[in-house]
């Protein structure tokens, strides 16, 4: 037996000649969450019908509820264009719920096939008749317990009675790539969700201090990564080692070294989205949450640097990004002890370091090529969620394609 899940695009239905663009990611993106589970997928009047057999109803409606640029899905009876067969279907929709003798309901009909001949409101108001006789329940316009909707279709009637909201957003892909900052503690996987959820794809850059990159493997990095996978399918992680840089910076003092070394970390962003074609770079950096993040040493951070920085958690208070990371699934993870770089460099920056110094550390210990030597020394991890498949390799054996 085969089930129907209606899902509509919130946003995309405004982007005008864009839409088709749109669309296409979505439906991509939806194919690819459900796999196999997909029987057929139709766009249909501005809306995705997805058939799956009934077996997988739960799997499915998980992977629709995590999609990006889903606005709200439904659960629908997909029938012919007969009222004979709307009413019955109505009447199952009806009868699924757990309904009293003083349950009210409402009809909500719409058609954007004008070739069925009864119009929404004749058609609501001939089925509301019928269903409130049939069932002996009241009909209540302004508020009731349980709205059938009826959508008339060029093809088809799909009519169902519970809308399940999604996660809105743009699907993923159609903003293009970021280079994303990527720590593993709450506030960085967080930020990926949101720029996915704004369709970007980002590419995760995780700065680590372990003997190597493979026993990162074993680590929540990978845990937090195979999450959000869930969001927004392949990731790619590069880990670039810390080494290099400790080794060549000792002469770094302490209270600067925690502003020094995010500012370098943007530096090799910065190479890295050029050979991956990315367009920004992107952190879980939030204004004034620790003293390396205060405005003047977000502005030495940034400075020189010409590759846009988008930090969307800006505005955020920190329950309000916990609550996020637990809706998503990555905070478990993210609470899992680690040893990141930025525990080895000192806890207590200045809150005002000035950008001359910045500046004067950029150009005296060449971080260009600095940046070069950690990115020659990286590896990328490549993990597609559709046959679970986990793969290291050394970065410059990379072959990009966009
Ligand atoms: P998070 O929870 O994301 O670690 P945080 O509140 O702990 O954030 P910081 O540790 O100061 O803040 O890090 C600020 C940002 O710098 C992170 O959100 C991330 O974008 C980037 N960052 C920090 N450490 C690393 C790392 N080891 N590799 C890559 N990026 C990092
Ligand atoms: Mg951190």
Same mark, same amino acid.
Request: aromatic share 8%; hydrophobic share 40%.
């Given at each position: 037996?085969?089930?129907?899940?209606?899902?509509?695009?919130?946003?995309?239905?405004?982007?005008?000649?864009?839409?088709?663009?749109?669309?296409?990611?979505?439906?991509?993106?939806?194919?690819?969450?459900?796999?196999?589970?997909?029987?057929?997928?139709?766009?249909?009047?501005?809306?995705?019908?997805?058939?799956?057999?009934?077996?997988?109803?739960?799997?499915?409606?998980?992977?629709?509820?995590?999609?990006?640029?889903?606005?709200?899905?439904?659960?629908?009876?997909?029938?012919?264009?007969?009222?004979?067969?709307?009413?019955?279907?109505?009447?199952?929709?009806?009868?699924?719920?757990?309904?009293?003798?003083?349950?009210?309901?409402?009809?909500?009909?719409?058609?954007?096939?004008?070739?069925?001949?009864?119009?929404?409101?004749?058609?609501?108001?001939?089925?509301?008749?019928?269903?409130?006789?049939?069932?002996?329940?009241?009909?209540?316009?302004?508020?009731?317990?349980?709205?059938?909707?009826?959508?008339?279709?060029?093809?088809?009637?799909?009519?169902?009675?519970?809308?399940?909201?999604?996660?809105?957003?743009?699907?993923?892909?159609?903003?293009?790539?970021?280079?994303?900052?990527?720590?593993?503690?709450?506030?960085?996987?967080?930020?990926?969700?949101?720029?996915?959820?704004?369709?970007?794809?980002?590419?995760?850059?995780?700065?680590?201090?372990?003997?190597?990159? $493979? #026993?990162?493997?074993?680590?929540? @990095?990978?845990? *937090?990564?195979?999450?959000? =996978?869930?969001?927004?399918?392949?990731? %790619? &992680?590069?880990?670039?080692?810390?080494?290099?840089?400790?080794?060549?910076?000792?002469?770094?003092?302490?209270?600067?070294?925690?502003?020094?070394?995010?500012?370098?970390?943007?530096?090799?962003?910065?190479?890295?989205?050029?050979?991956?074609?990315?367009?920004?770079?992107?952190?879980?950096?939030?204004?004034?949450?620790? $003293? #390396?993040?205060?405005?003047?040493? @977000?502005?030495? *951070?940034?400075?020189?640097? =010409?590759?846009?920085?988008?930090?969307? %958690? &800006?505005?955020?208070?920190?329950?309000?990004?916990?609550?996020?990371?637990?809706?998503?699934?990555?905070?478990?993870?993210?609470?899992?002890?680690?040893?990141?770089?930025?525990?080895?460099?000192?806890?207590?920056?200045?809150?005002?370091?000035?950008?001359?110094?910045?500046?004067?550390?950029?150009?005296?210990?060449?971080?260009?090529?600095?940046?070069?030597?950690? @990115?020659?020394?990286?590896?990328?991890?490549?993990?597609?969620?559709?046959?679970?498949? %986990?793969?290291?390799?050394?970065?410059?054996?990379?072959?990009?394609?966009?």
């Amino acid at each position: 037996l085969n089930t129907y899940i209606v899902v509509h695009y919130g946003e995309i239905g405004i982007k005008g000649k864009n839409r088709p663009f749109f669309e296409r990611h979505l439906e991509y993106n939806i194919h690819q969450a459900l796999q196999a589970k997909v029987i057929q997928l139709k766009r249909l009047n501005q809306r995705l019908l997805v058939e799956v057999d009934a077996t997988h109803i739960e799997e499915a409606k998980n992977s629709i509820e995590k999609t990006l640029g889903v606005a709200w899905y439904a659960i629908v009876e997909s029938i012919d264009l007969s009222y004979e067969q709307i009413r019955n279907a109505a009447l199952r929709a009806i009868k699924s719920k757990p309904i009293t003798s003083s349950t009210t309901f409402k009809i909500s009909a719409r058609r954007s096939n004008k070739d069925f001949l009864i119009n929404s409101i004749e058609l609501a108001k001939k089925l509301g008749d019928d269903i409130r006789r049939e069932l002996n329940l009241a009909v209540n316009l302004s508020n009731p317990e349980i709205t059938i909707y009826i959508d008339i279709l060029s093809d088809r009637a799909i009519v169902y009675c519970e809308k399940v909201r999604g996660q809105g957003g743009l699907p993923v892909g159609v903003s293009g790539r970021v280079m994303h900052l990527f720590s593993g503690g709450i506030d960085s996987p967080v930020a990926a969700w949101l720029m996915m959820k704004r369709g970007c794809i980002p590419i995760l850059i995780h700065f680590y201090v372990a003997p190597d990159a $493979a #026993s990162i493997l074993k680590t929540k @990095i990978i845990h *937090i990564t195979k999450k959000l =996978s869930e969001h927004g399918g392949k990731m %790619l &992680l590069l880990l670039i080692p810390f080494s290099p840089y400790q080794i060549a910076t000792t002469s770094i003092s302490q209270d600067h070294e925690p502003v020094v070394f995010r500012h370098f970390m943007n530096i090799v962003a910065e190479h890295l989205a050029r050979r991956f074609h990315a367009l920004a770079i992107s952190t879980g950096d939030n204004l004034a949450q620790v $003293a #390396s993040q205060t405005l003047s040493n @977000i502005a030495c *951070i940034d400075a020189g640097c =010409s590759t846009p920085i988008l930090r969307p %958690l &800006l505005g955020f208070d920190k329950n309000e990004i916990v609550e996020l990371s637990k809706r998503i699934g990555t905070y478990e993870s993210s609470i899992e002890m680690y040893k990141d770089c930025c525990s080895i460099i000192s806890r207590h920056p200045k809150t005002k370091l000035k950008i001359e110094h910045v500046a004067y550390y950029s150009k005296q210990l060449n971080f260009d090529e600095l940046a070069e030597k950690c @990115i020659s020394q990286g590896s990328i991890v490549i993990y597609n969620p559709l046959d679970e498949h %986990l793969s290291l390799a050394p970065l410059h054996n990379y072959q990009n394609s966009s």
